[in-house]
């Protein structure tokens, strides 16, 4: 329990980032050192979209329209935080959620960041080595800048410290130099088992390797880089240990480190090339790294829209609509099955719900959780709106599984990723968890407790701000290993799974729906000041 709290902080310290457009007007030329900084202004809001009276678009909607919202979330491009394609991807969820008939649907705005490399390359010995910058690198500290290695690159010599551990004895000696590690992942599925109160896995297909592959946002990378800047170190060379035969790994901002050097990943087997070549030279081997591009300030923009009930006790459904490519499973189906609970909810009367009901998809997942900061703030610490959450429903990532092939190579199959719902319910309403679970047939879903995670830590998840600031939350979520490449496409999306995960989260709202308030969770007490955290 211990490590996974520790881990779960090292998740919750993530942030993330966008790749920037140029944020330079055509009609500017040259551009100076202020423009490039200043962020391209947010489009004006649109106007509301017409309300949809199609049959399709009322009720529960079809596989077929929910796979729809996926794909045209997928249309978008590259839905990073702050990038037209962001702002466009906030405008399509605003424009659903008014054309299935929600009321005072807005944007709930924040500043957040945009990262953007324009130029990378690594030479070790002369060598051109395939390598991927990495995001949010080479950024000054709560500062928007522009960043370079100049024309000639940063010349250094290279030192290969393995794993990084012990730390303080790898790290010698590395003062002006650059680094090659292995970034590790640190949290298989299996590692959740502790937190596990039930699991619904009727064929026993859980009995397989796929529960020691872990997944790829919990990983050593802050570990090591903090004592690796703190050494002296100037760049940074990550090979992907863990991951498939791919380097296109976007991790995400780390709000708590700012990485103030140029970093890049290689896959593994590149990795295994590149030793060979520092093992080939003998003596002391030089890197020659170049980066060139920015990290500004961007206006991020959530999606929030509202169906009225008796009362303005407020359920929450929450996902988000950030993502750093192609983003289908990460998170379109998420955000997709935040529509589906609206398009349900929509058509039933407003009488027939004790609550209002609140549907809400983030930006800033990828680019440091500030929509979620200023959200909970907004909503729950400082309750500046008429409503009180008294429960919070999160869906992520309706995923096919994944699995390294034998060589290196990723393999999806025909199963359902391995997926929890994280709660801290009470006992009602865990119990009516996992009789949805089984009743929609819900294959391969623990039910886990994160009452104590939420009290300190938080979940790693994007309901974490929630459950951190006391708000009863079930969060469902699925790891695969392609959750932060350019290879979560539209293919990776778990349709057949998009109908009875939909069902089966109305079962839980319906439920949480009839149950007292001060019966819906069952909170430890805050520990800390946990906006702070
Ligand atoms: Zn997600």
Not at 139 to 148: E, M, Y
Not at 412 to 435: S, W
């Amino acid at each position: 329990m211990h490590t996974l709290i520790r881990t779960a902080l090292a998740v919750l310290a993530l942030t993330a980032v966008g790749c920037g457009d140029s944020g330079i007007s055509p009609l500017t030329s040259p551009p100076t050192v202020v423009d490039a900084l200043t962020p391209v202004p947010p489009p004006p809001v649109a106007k509301a979209c017409a309300r949809n009276t199609a049959p399709e678009a009322s009720g529960m909607p079809s596989e077929a329209r929910i796979y729809s919202w996926i794909e045209g979330l997928v249309k978008l491009g590259y839905r990073r935080t702050g990038t037209p394609a962001g702002y466009a991807a906030s405008a399509y969820v605003k424009c659903q959620f008014e054309s299935l008939g929600l009321e005072d649907v807005h944007y709930e705005t924040s500043t957040s960041w945009s990262w953007e490399a324009t130029k990378s390359s690594v030479k070790v010995n002369g060598e051109t080595i395939d390598a991927f910058p990495s995001a949010f690198s080479f950024v000054t500290p709560d500062k928007p800048s522009l960043f370079t290695t100049g024309p000639d690159g940063l010349t250094a010599e290279i030192v290969d410290i393995n794993l990084g551990t012990p730390i303080e004895q790898q790290l010698k000696g590395v003062k002006g130099k650059v680094i090659l590690f292995d970034l590790k992942f640190l949290l298989p599925t299996a590692g959740l088992a502790p937190l596990m109160e039930f699991l619904w896995d009727p064929d026993l297909s859980l009995v397989d390797p796929s529960i020691l592959i872990a997944n790829p946002y919990v990983t050593t990378y802050r570990e090591v880089l903090d004592a690796a800047m703190a050494a002296g170190a100037v760049g940074f060379v990550g090979v992907l240990a863990d991951y498939f035969d791919s380097n296109r790994y976007y991790n995400e901002f780390y709000r708590r480190s700012s990485v103030t050097i140029p970093g890049y990943w290689v896959t593994s087997k590149e990795g295994t090339r590149l030793r060979a070549l520092l093992q080939a030279k003998g003596g002391p081997s030089t890197a020659n790294l170049v980066m060139e591009g920015s990290r500004k300030a961007v206006e991020a923009r959530s999606v929030v829209g509202f169906l009225p009930g008796k009362s303005k006790e407020t359920i929450m459904v929450q996902s988000h609509h950030d993502a750093v490519f192609d983003g289908a499973v990460e998170d379109g189906s998420g955000t997709a099955a935040v529509l589906a609970q609206a398009q349900y909810y929509a058509a039933q009367p407003a009488a027939s719900r004790e609550r209002t009901m609140m549907f809400a998809t983030f930006d800033t997942h990828f680019t440091g959780y500030q929509a979620h900061i200023a959200f909970a703030d907004k909503y729950v610490v400082k309750k500046a709106t008429p409503y009180t959450l008294v429960a919070n429903v999160t869906l992520e990532h309706i995923a096919k599984q994944a699995v390294k092939g034998s060589n290196g190579e990723l393999v999806i199959t025909k199963l359902p990723e391995l997926r929890g719902i994280m709660n801290n319910f009470g006992v009602e309403l865990k119990a009516a968890l996992i009789g949805a679970v089984v009743e929609h047939d819900l294959r391969r879903t623990a039910v886990l407790s994160v009452n104590a995670l939420c009290s300190v830590v938080g979940i790693p998840t994007d309901a974490s701000f929630m459950c951190l600031n006391g708000v009863p939350t079930a969060s469902l979520i699925a790891g695969p290993l392609y959750l932060y490449d350019a290879a979560d496409t539209l293919d990776k999306v778990d349709r057949a799974q998009l109908v009875p995960v939909t069902e089966t989260f109305i079962d839980i709202i319906d439920k949480i729906d009839d149950t007292p308030t001060d019966r819906i969770g069952t909170p430890l007490p805050s520990l800390g000041p946990a906006l702070n955290l």
